[in-house]
């Protein structure tokens, strides 16, 4: 049941081509043959090529920040899920909360992005998480749970389990405020068990559960800590080849 930890960078709409490159150099002679942990980077669309040459022959793997279920078509602005592998891309953020309150994704659509990148030979990372009214209105357990079962609905049982799953409360995102080890932990744990239920024990055994909201080098080894966190998804702090390096080597 020993799973990997897995630790992504989303670098978000930070980092032009340039600067992306510099960056993915730098992580590259720092974390390039660290292998106790999963490292990927999730660059802009424009940059990735660039970090894919960068990062090519070290552990560090490429990943995106979002992508479209449809393999190909009318859809202006898009990006496919073919165009993303034909760069090296494996990994794509899904329902990141920053896209559902600015862009309007919803469940079903996360669910059906999810599935276009299983059927890709893609991993997805699922983004959950509660909004901080939900929080102080006793809601966060009824919130994750529909979220989870929204985006999962009806995926299949041997790729669910290779996903990874992004807990990230709302309001520990970008304010410099980390949900405790112990409310990180509760959580993951109701994840757990909303997968099991869904799917079964052996499938919420080997799904990652990363957390994400403020993480950085100084908090990453207590939150790792907990049974149930297997990783952790960051923003400001990836956005650093030193401070990303430090949340890596947490150990
Ligand atoms: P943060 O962002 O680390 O800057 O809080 C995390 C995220 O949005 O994935």
Not at 129 to 138: M, T, Y
Not at 194 to 207: C, I, N
Request: aromatic content about 6%.
């Amino acid at each position: 049941m020993a799973r990997k930890p897995i630790i992504a960078g989303n670098w978000k709409m930070y980092k032009t081509q340039s600067e992306a490159a510099d960056l993915a150099n730098g992580l590259a002679s720092a974390v390039g043959t660290y292998d106790k942990v999963d490292v990927v980077v999730c660059p802009t669309y424009t940059s990735l090529e660039v970090v894919a040459q960068a990062i090519k022959g070290t552990n560090i793997k490429l990943g995106a920040q979002n992508c479209h279920f449809e393999a190909e078509g009318a859809f202006t602005g898009e990006i496919s899920l073919a165009m993303l592998k034909e760069i090296g891309v494996e990994f794509v953020i899904v329902g990141h909360s920053e896209r559902r309150q600015y862009f309007g994704e919803t469940d079903a659509a996360i669910n059906k992005k999810a599935a276009a990148i299983y059927k890709a030979g893609l991993t997805p990372i699922i983004c959950v998480g509660e909004r901080l009214e939900e929080r102080e209105g006793g809601k966060t357990s009824d919130v994750v749970t529909q979220q989870v079962k929204g985006c999962l609905a009806d995926l299949p049982a041997d790729k669910v389990a290779a996903s990874v799953i992004a807990y990230e409360p709302v309001w520990a995102i970008g304010t410099g405020k980390t949900a405790s080890k112990e409310q990180a932990q509760e959580v993951h744990a109701l994840i757990r068990k909303v997968v099991a239920e869904m799917f079964s024990q052996q499938v919420a055994d080997a799904v990652r559960i990363q957390y994400g909201g403020s993480v950085k080098a100084e908090n990453a080894r207590e939150l790792m800590a907990q049974s149930d966190v297997d990783g952790a998804l960051v923003g400001g702090a990836a956005l650093k080849a030193d401070s990303f390096a430090g949340i890596i080597k947490y150990e």
